[in-house]
């Protein structure tokens, strides 16, 4: 293992260090990235901002780095904020009315931005447009203020929670962010691993991408645990250090966590495999709904560990498998 060692400020702004830059360092989502490119290259010839962008999917695939990555390649200036911190409309007109012409603003969560918020919203991506209600009652009027040209570029796991009428104003397109393959997360290690200062053995390299949920942000930080751990009982960077890093972590040889094991564990000891409705699930884990959602299902789903039915969730027999577990009857031909 390199004994290099990073500056503090590296070190503190680690995750931000191992943010792509430009296009080329991104790895992964093609179709997205050849979508924005065309968008940014039409209306820079045309000398407007780029339209307004959303981007949506799981946790960790790299919205936030493509917006970042938007406003690199415009050479604007970006204001980033979230749906929770523009708690009132004074919050969003400050934000909009303090933006210089063809700047970027990114929202992050957006699906919680409230719907009073939203309307205003409306007005200011499509017409430029900033209307403003003074007073209350019969006395109330509005004050409409004209915005400069501006690209809204947004993020959200929950697309389902944006309303129809907001998701019609992302003019510029709707983008999905797709999960990762092995080769592609092991590719973005490579580069992880000189930016932090550590020689990886490809073997390891590719355990760590094998673990890693399909998802960029948990590949980095597999790494930096694993450089942790081989770091303090001075082991070489190689599988084994990795199996064993992993391990005290609690990250199986599927990527499971602890708390998707015992997801899985539940399902089969209590419910017979269901099928399970997902608040039962979430009163047996102690756990909240959205969590499950957001966090286990969808790896377990990707994995085929678990199925959703009309009256539940139920496993699957890889997932008795991966247990350890006979499964029923009912699901043993399945494995036939």
């Not at 909240?288 to 027999?317: D, H, K, M, W």
Request: charged share 25%; glycine share 8%.
């Amino acid at each position: 293992m390199s004994s290099k060692k990073k500056p503090p400020e590296l070190a503190s702004f680690l995750d931000t260090e191992l943010r792509p830059s430009v296009w080329q360092e991104y790895i992964g989502q093609e179709s997205v990235k050849n979508n924005l490119k065309i968008l940014i290259q039409a209306a820079t010839e045309r000398g407007t901002p780029p339209e307004h962008v959303l981007f949506y999917g799981p946790p960790g695939l790299g919205k936030t780095t493509l917006a970042h990555l938007v406003a690199r390649e415009t050479g604007k200036a970006m204001k980033i904020t979230s749906g929770p911190a523009i708690e009132r409309v004074g919050d969003l007109a400050s934000i909009l009315t303090n933006l210089s012409p063809g700047d970027i603003i990114f929202i992050d969560e957006i699906h919680r931005l409230n719907k009073t918020i939203e309307e205003v919203l409306y007005p200011a991506m499509e017409s430029g447009v900033l209307d403003i209600i003074i007073g209350k009652g019969p006395s109330a009027r509005t004050l409409q203020l004209e915005l400069p040209p501006f690209t809204l570029l947004a993020a959200t796991t929950r697309v389902a929670m944006i309303s129809s009428p907001l998701r019609s104003r992302f003019s510029g397109g709707v983008f999905r962010l797709e999960f990762y393959n092995e080769k592609e997360l092991a590719e973005i290690l490579r580069r992880s691993a000189k930016i932090i200062g550590v020689d990886i053995e490809n073997d390891a390299e590719k355990e760590i991408a094998r673990r890693s949920r399909f998802t960029p942000r948990i590949a980095n930080y597999l790494l930096k645990r694993a450089r942790d751990f081989a770091q303090v009982e001075g082991k070489k960077f190689n599988t084994e250090t990795v199996d064993r890093a992993l391990k005290l972590l609690g990250i199986d040889e599927k990527g499971l966590s602890p708390s998707d094991r015992k997801l899985l564990e539940i399902m089969a000891d209590k419910f017979g495999g269901g099928p399970v409705g997902l608040s039962t699930l979430a009163a047996a884990l102690s756990e909240e709904e959205a969590t499950i959602e957001e966090f286990n299902e969808p790896y377990l789903l990707q994995l085929g560990f678990i199925e959703r039915s009309p009256r539940g969730r139920v496993l699957t027999p890889h997932a008795y498998t991966h247990l350890g577990k006979k499964p029923p009857a009912n699901l043993q031909k399945k494995l036939l």
